[in-house]
């Protein structure tokens, strides 16, 4: 059977995917640009990997030849819940309370395109979760999910920015979703809530001063001119999205089972991680974003934010 629109948003949704469009499988060259431009002030800090597999991210048909289309899916895993007052107490990003997302939308998006195979057997396609040489969020424009905000986060008018990104490079056409425009207007509410002042300006992160990079990314030890400014955040950060207006008004509660049960990483106080054996935290943290930090990297950061 020839597949079409209907028949991949019947089969995405039915896997938990509450987003899903459609773009043609062309060059980003004004993305590209600009992400070089990005690149070459260094706002990439020691993320030396992102400078890789440039022609890739600009064009998919250098990873799959045959590829005439991406497309873009998005999971919401916002979990409507908040911190506790304990001023000790280091805060974890929402999108590390449960369960690695990574492996929920592996497994996902793998079910999906086998069962598109098995209604036509000549589908073919690769699919990425954030990890790929793909730009996610970029596709995520171009098949219309949302529009990238200022704070650099893809926002949904229907459900705010709080979504996981999954792309699937394929090798059949669809009819092609509409871009979005962006609807940020006049707001800069992100930019001017960030503690460490890394939104440099609208549109630009600079991760050497993001919390999010100091707190996972970064392998060596936190600038010390950020002493005092990471307001409890030891893994992530969620400020910008936090004051976005349109996560206020229209972020509704995650209905995937893997977040919501697994949500149990949410906050953690000095004296807890330094409890940690490394074998607890293996075994704790096996399925968590958590892992990525290791256990030196998650004291690290208690230890810059929360000693006094
Ligand atoms: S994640 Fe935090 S530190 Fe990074 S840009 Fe957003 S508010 Fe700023
Ligand atoms: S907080 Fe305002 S400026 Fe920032 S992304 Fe949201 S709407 Fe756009």
């Known amino acids: 059977m020839e597949l079409s629109n209907g028949i991949v948003l019947e089969i995405a949704e039915k896997y938990g995917f509450n987003l899903i469009g459609f773009a043609k499988a062309e060059s980003l060259i004004e993305e590209t640009e600009r992400y070089a431009e990005w690149l070459a002030k260094g706002y990439h800090a020691?993320?030396?990997?992102?400078?890789?597999?440039?022609?890739?991210r600009k064009d998919v048909?250098?990873?799959?030849?045959?590829?005439?289309?991406v497309i873009s899916l998005g999971m919401n895993y916002y979990i409507d819940d908040?911190?506790?007052?304990?001023e000790n107490a280091g805060k974890i990003s929402r999108y590390a309370w449960g369960r690695d997302y990574h492996f929920t939308?592996?497994?996902k998006s793998d079910k999906l395109i086998n069962e598109l195979k098995k209604i036509d057997e000549s589908f073919e396609a690769v699919s990425y979760v954030d990890t790929g040489p793909t730009s996610d969020k970029a596709w995520a424009v171009k098949a219309g999910l949302g529009w990238m905000g200022k704070h650099t986060n893809i926002i949904n008018k229907k459900i705010g920015s709080w979504f996981f990104i999954a792309t699937i490079i394929t090798n059949k056409e669809f009819n092609y979703s509409s871009l979005i425009a962006d609807s940020c207007g006049e707001c800069r509410a992100c930019v001017d809530a960030c503690p460490t002042g890394a939104l440099v300006s609208e549109y630009i992160l600079d991760a050497n001063k993001c919390i999010s990079y100091q707190t996972i990314e970064n392998?060596?030890?936190i600038n010390e001119n950020l002493k005092g400014k990471f307001d409890n955040w030891i893994f992530g950060c969620d400020a910008c999205q936090d004051v976005c207006p349109w996560n206020k008004k229209f972020s509704r509660p995650a209905t995937e089972e893997q977040f919501i049960s697994g949500n149990i990483n949410k906050e953690f106080t000095l004296e807890e991680i330094n409890g940690i054996s490394e074998k607890i935290f293996k075994e704790r943290f096996k399925e968590s974003p958590i892992k990525r930090t290791k256990l030196k990297g998650l004291k690290r950061n208690a230890d810059f934010v929360l000693s006094k």
């Open 82 to 86: 908040s911190f506790s007052e304990n």
């Open 105 to 107: 939308l592996w497994e």
């Open 46 to 56: 020691e993320m030396t990997y992102l400078e890789k597999n440039f022609e890739k």
């Open 219 to 221: 392998k060596k030890e």
């Open 61 to 69: 048909r250098t990873i799959f030849a045959e590829a005439k289309s």
